[in-house]
């Protein structure tokens, strides 16, 4: 599909970021975290994976809107121009990727075009733009096998797929800029296993085809999508013989993106402030005793882990006990390139990024199986949300929901399910203003919900969509 690129919104935020990838599983999560923290936000995706439905679900949750949404892939450097030449970037979010390391393998073209060839082309429309932040997706497969537990930043480097391998070349792309130009400033987050969703159910991961990943393969099964969870490996040597893994919840992981924003931020700062106050000095100590940091330029990497490891099984009872159901499992043997244990060592990024994790294993599975019994088909299906308005204030106007039906046949569960899903967002705000919600039908529901015309410090009418498997019918 052909990219249109309307005006950009007036820019009332100070910086704005653009986070491509964003309308993904962990792209979604950070636009929520940026919102709610007042970035301006533009989206860049090309939905091979995803669609626009996490983005309005987003702004829901935050009562703000993007400034923008571009169809686009990162591939295509003049679309990617274009976007550029209309916002001044203050940093870019690189979640844009492909990232199933089965299809890699027998796919490993699309993954070195799609992952490096995209890495390049945004890279070179930074440096064209003068927009030198950029926090990068990458991913413990980097490593490869582990040679010790935990795995620190320093272990060797020897991944086994090419997913892994284009990561690792992304990592070099950068690297390698941050060598050539001082200005740039990057940051390599080393992501372990990324689970859960956020607290409102609203949005969490949704893949377009089968999932890959262990949580929704698992939320897949309970909800029925899936006959059964395919265990690989039960023989490991662990406590009960399957996989552990190091399990983040995925809003804390969002969460070290936004302080690795800021910390490369303050990059500049030091820069700038060493570079004034102590340059011969510094150049000359350099010169003598290069530092690890002064290696790669501006190019930082943190694990993002937990540092606790969890197995397949402690995460499949966690998930029967959430959920209150069984999860039916067919024992199967190892696939190549598994291996037992894959624990992080996040101790850098508690230490330099000021980040540690707040939420535990069980509230990860908990959070996922919520999404999935909210959203049973994800966002594929059922979902026909009414466009978000954006208007001249990017604050959404509080609602308050009253509910008429048209028939007498309306299930309470509907009213009550409905009124559920509200009240997170109005649990912090003051509503004023009147909605109107219609669900006609007895058995194929609709619901819309309008902000009136009664709005407060002229903020623009906002139009909110429900869908009907968000109402649970
Ligand atoms: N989820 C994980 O387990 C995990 C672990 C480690 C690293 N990562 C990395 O984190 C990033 C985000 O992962 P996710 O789980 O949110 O995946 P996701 O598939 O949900 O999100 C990726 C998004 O990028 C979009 N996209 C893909 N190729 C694109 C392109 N060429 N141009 C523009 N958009 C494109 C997709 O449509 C999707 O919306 C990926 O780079 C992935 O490799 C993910």
Not at 286 to 310: H, L, M, R, S, V
């Amino acid at each position: 599909m052909a990219a249109t690129f309307p005006l950009p919104t007036a820019q009332s935020a100070t910086s704005v970021i653009l986070v491509t990838g964003g309308c993904g599983y962990i792209g979604s999560h950070f636009v929520v975290q940026l919102l709610e923290t007042g970035y301006g936000v533009v989206v860049v995706d090309d939905l091979s994976n995803s669609t626009t439905e996490s983005i309005r679900r987003a702004e829901t949750i935050a009562q703000r809107a993007i400034l923008s949404f571009y169809q686009v892939s990162v591939c295509d450097t003049n679309a990617l121009r274009r976007v550029f030449e209309l916002y001044e970037f203050d940093a870019v979010i690189h979640f844009a990727g492909l990232k199933s390391v089965a299809e890699s393998v027998s796919d490993p073209l699309s993954y070195y075009s799609g992952n490096v060839g995209g890495m390049v082309s945004l890279m070179s429309v930074m440096k064209e733009f003068g927009v030198f932040k950029l926090v990068f997706s990458s991913s413990a497969t980097v490593y490869g096998h582990p040679h010790y537990l935990p795995i620190d930043e320093s272990h060797p480097l020897t991944p086994t797929n090419p997913y892994g391998h284009s990561k690792l070349m992304c990592e070099q792309v950068a690297r390698d800029m941050c060598r050539s130009d001082p200005r740039f400033k990057v940051a390599l987050l080393r992501y372990f296993n990324p689970i859960g969703a956020h607290s409102s159910a609203l949005i969490g991961e949704s893949p377009l085809s089968t999932p890959n990943n262990l949580l929704p393969c698992i939320t897949q099964v309970l909800a029925s999508r899936l006959p059964a969870l395919r265990v690989f490996g039960t023989d490991w040597p662990t406590h009960d013989g399957t996989g552990v893994r190091d399990f983040v919840h995925v809003v804390d992981l969002a969460s070290a993106h936004l302080r690795a924003v800021r910390v490369l931020g303050q990059v500049d700062g030091q820069r700038r402030k060493e570079a004034k106050e102590a340059k011969k000095a510094k150049e000359a100590k350099e010169a003598k005793e290069p530092k690890e940091k002064e290696k790669d330029g501006n190019c930082f990497t943190w694990n993002i882990g937990t540092g606790q490891g969890y197995s397949v099984m402690q995460i499949v009872r966690a998930a029967e006990s959430a959920s209150r159901k069984t999860v039916p499992l067919v024992l199967s043997p190892p696939r190549p390139g598994d291996c037992a244990h894959v624990v992080a060592n996040p101790s850098l990024a508690n230490s330099q990024l000021r980040w540690s994790p707040k939420f535990g294993v069980d509230e990860m599975v908990r959070s996922a199986w919520e999404f999935q019994k909210w959203n049973p088909e994800g966002y594929n299906a059922g979902v026909d949300l009414l466009p978000v308005t954006r208007g001249a204030s990017d604050n959404y106007a509080p609602v308050v929901l009253s509910i008429c039906a048209n028939d007498d046949t309306t299930p309470t569960r509907v009213c009550s399910n409905l009124l559920g899903l509200f009240s997170y967002s109005n649990a912090h705000k003051r509503t004023k203003s009147c909605t109107e919600v219609s669900i006609s039908g007895t058995t194929s529901y609709s619901a819309s919900a309008f902000g009136d015309d009664e709005e407060e410090d002229g903020a623009a009418k906002k139009v909110f969509g429900l869908s009907t498997r968000m109402l649970g019918v």
